[in-house]
């Protein structure tokens, strides 16, 4: 049951096109209609905000908030919705790049909460004091939405039907990925897939970062790297590489460039008050921000996409979309200022401090946020109340206008920054993270409560982003990334080089790489089948044995999809770990699709070796995984014949999905193979695919 509350004035964010079935209807009801275990007070939210209180129990667990610091269960802990450029994600942080603000309460009672608005929200989940819940919305009013129901993973299906189908990567954006920021040119890339190809380690797509721009001009491609670009886009097909380029959100202030000059012409850029265009600083150096909320001037940013589509293009990544502010110019111009009073003065060791706080604030500054406008459905809006939604509003143009450009085909799109509903046009990777262990281990604990909002499609930068990763950081990520539909190894100019012939062990590499594509073809199933049924695809242990006590304590390990458990191992030096089964199942210590070893566990307790050549994998009882015998790249992964992963105590029955991979037009139950194993081997499948199975 979902029920809705309007609060002072709301801004429409779009994020709920699913209408059926909410009580309250377009006009809101009062306080007094909230459940009795729900506290709202300052009820207008107009002047000084509201607060919606709840008191927990002491074992309830609190799951969601999509993209944030911190673990699986949220309790006890404060975080913000505040998309933010900010590349040091340590535990002392309350916000990262997206607005999520779905979140479950199990326990006493079992129950969700979705605050629908873009301006900034706390949510307190125990910090302040540890039985205590408490949602602060800044003010401009909101929207409460309270989901009730029986089963966490019903009620986050019923979220889901609300905010609408979850977009769809295409197939080849299941393969892997290789991205560095800082490969300059045609060769630099060559390079790459060269390694890839001679060494047998599987390659789907190489990522362009802003270096291929023409001074980091959107839309453009530097003639002196890349000469005849789209006869390289070619040539990196005909050897199976996808190149997926960057599109950042700063527009360059620059005389006779085009995007620019449209844009100024037409007024689709962010205004200040005085109805002058914005300055900011960001790569290209002084940039003004497309006003992507706005219907006209998001039609325009996203068909802009086509220029790079023509050259053979078919996939995207949106950065610095919160969006990130090096500077504003006109702080900038207020900060020199200050710095010349200081120059001035006599410096003590408090105006030493002062000035240093100064000139390290300049960046993504709150109070610059508030000096530029929208107009958006109508209104002249300022972007401080509407900031969540500038990472949505530019991944909805590009994916607005793949619809009218490519209306067949799917286009890999995902964005850094988010908020919910931007889930329909393309996925989130999870932005800068480190080389650090204790990143894996959040890359894991982050993906549930993305799911929670529709984001399918995502995975963070395996290896890390910054800092120097290790050979053996890095084969452990992948040992997690090899699960996550976007499998990406991204690393930051100026850190230790990490494509996998950085190190020594090649053998390992191409077997733990590999094995991402002998899970293809159940990867891609789950992932689809989560899609079309807004289900999740990696759920925390509670969601699947919800009366087992222990299993809601379990932060480091995933279900994903339907059979199987995965338990990464995420501690330097570690040669194996800890897991929890809430039921007997069937170990896979898997170093490649053609070598593992396997062994039946009773529920319980286990310590697991796990050298770093090897990944866990748990199947259920009466469960199976479909797999192939890998490929090079997603294209070449024969999915006509696949080996069975099996725990079969009387029958297991498992749905697998498969396609094109390409059409947008999904339907999922005409793609559908039943594959039945029964308990005497004998296997059978029917439906939509002639395969030949072999239990292994
Ligand atoms: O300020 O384009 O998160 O993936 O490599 C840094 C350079 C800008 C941030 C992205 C990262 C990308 C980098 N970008």
């Excluded at 570690?574 to 396997?598: N, T």
Aim: hydrophobic share 40%.
């Amino acid at each position: 049951m979902v029920k809705r509350f309007r609060f002072g004035r709301p801004i429409e964010t779009e994020a709920v096109v699913n209408e059926a079935g909410i009580l309250g209807g377009r006009v809101g009801a009062s306080v007094q209609d909230i459940p009795g275990f729900l506290k709202v007070t300052a009820g207008t939210g107009m002047e000084e905000g509201s607060t919606v209180i709840y008191e927990m129990g002491e074992r309830d667990a609190i799951y969601g908030l999509g993209e944030n610091v911190r673990g699986i269960n949220k309790r006890g802990w404060l975080y913000e919705s505040n998309c933010t450029d900010d590349c040091i994600h340590t535990e002392s942080k309350h916000s990262l790049y997206a607005a999520h603000n779905f979140f479950l309460v199990d326990g006493r009672e079992r129950f969700a909460i979705f605050v629908d608005a873009p301006q900034k929200i706390v949510f307190d989940m125990g910090f302040q004091e540890r039985s205590r819940l408490a949602v602060k919305i800044a003010p401009g009013g909101f929207v409460l939405y309270i989901l009730e129901g029986d089963d966490l993973r019903g009620i986050v299906r019923e979220f889901r039907r609300m905010i609408g189908k979850s977009y769809l990567a295409p197939k080849w954006a299941f393969g892997y990925g290789q991205s560095r920021w800082g490969y300059q040119n045609e060769e630099d890339i060559r390079e790459v897939v060269r390694q890839h190809r001679e060494n047998g380690v599987p390659l789907d797509s190489v990522y362009l970062d802003i270096d291929y721009m023409e001074q980091y001009k959107d839309f453009t491609v530097d003639g002196e790297r890349f000469p005849e670009f789209p006869a390289f886009v070619k040539e990196m097909r005909q050897q199976g590489i996808h190149l997926v380029p960057i599109i950042d959100a700063g527009v360059k202030i620059e005389e006779g460039y085009p995007v620019y000059e449209e844009g100024l012409e037409n007024g689709y850029f962010c205004k200040k008050a005085d109805g002058t265009e914005f300055v900011g600083g960001v790569w290209p150096g002084r940039v003004h921000f497309p006003d992507v909320l706005n219907e006209k001037a998001r039609r325009w940013f996203g068909l802009k996409y086509q220029v790079l589509l023509e050259q053979g293009i078919d996939g995207f990544w949106n950065d610095m979309n919160e969006p990130a502010l090096f500077y504003a110019e006109e702080y900038l111009k207020e900060a020199f200022g200050k710095l010349a009073d200081y120059q001035k003065q006599e410096l003590n060791i408090h105006s030493f401090f002062a000035m240093k706080e100064m000139l390290l604030g300049v960046s993504n500054r709150p109070e610059d946020y508030q000096t530029f406008y929208h107009d958006y459905q109508g209104e002249k809006i300022c972007h401080d109340q509407v900031h969540n939604l500038y990472g949505y509003g530019m991944t909805r143009a590009a994916g607005e206008a793949f619809d009218e450009l490519k209306p067949e085909q799917r286009i890999l799109l995902f964005s850094r920054a988010s908020y919910v509903g931007m889930h329909r046009y393309g996925g989130v990777w999870m932005g800068d993270n480190c080389s650090w262990w204790s990143h894996l281990l959040m890359n894991l604990q982050m993906l549930p409560g993305l799911n929670m909002c529709g984001f399918l499609y995502t995975g963070a930068d395996l290896g890390g982003f910054g800092e120097d990763a290790t050979e053996d950081l890095l084969l452990r990520w992948l040992g997690l990334g090899i699960f996550t539909p976007l499998m990406r190894n991204h690393s930051a100019m100026g850190t230790r080089m990490q494509e996998f012939y950085r190190f020594g062990h090649v053998d390992d590499f191409r077997n733990i790489i590999g094995l991402r594509y002998v899970f293809l073809p159940y990867l891609y199933s789950e992932f689809m089948k989560a899609a079309m049924r807004d289900d999740m695809m990696f759920l925390p242990l509670a969601f699947v044995y919800p009366e087992d006590e222990m299993a809601a304590g379990v932060e480091d390990q995933l279900m994903v999809g339907e059979s199987m458990m995965i338990a990464p191992v995420y501690r330097q030096n570690a040669r194996g770990r800890y897991v929890y089964l809430p039921e007997e199942m069937k170990l896979y210590r898997m170093r490649s699709g053609e070598d593992w070893d396997e062994e039946m566990l009773p529920a319980g307790h286990h310590y697991v070796p796990a050298e770093l050549n090897e990944v866990l994998v748990f199947v259920r009882p009466d469960h199976v995984v479909v797999l192939s015998s890998g490929g090079g790249c997603v294209e070449k992964v024969d999915t006509s014949r696949l080996d069975l992963l099996h725990f079969v105590k009387t029958e297991a029955v498992y749905e697998w999905y498969e396609d094109d991979g390409y059409q947008k037009k999904v339907n999922l139950e005409a793609g559908i193979t039943r594959i039945v194993v029964k308990s005497d081997k004998s296997v059978r499948a029917e439906g939509a695919r002639k395969i030949e199975c072999r239990l292994v």
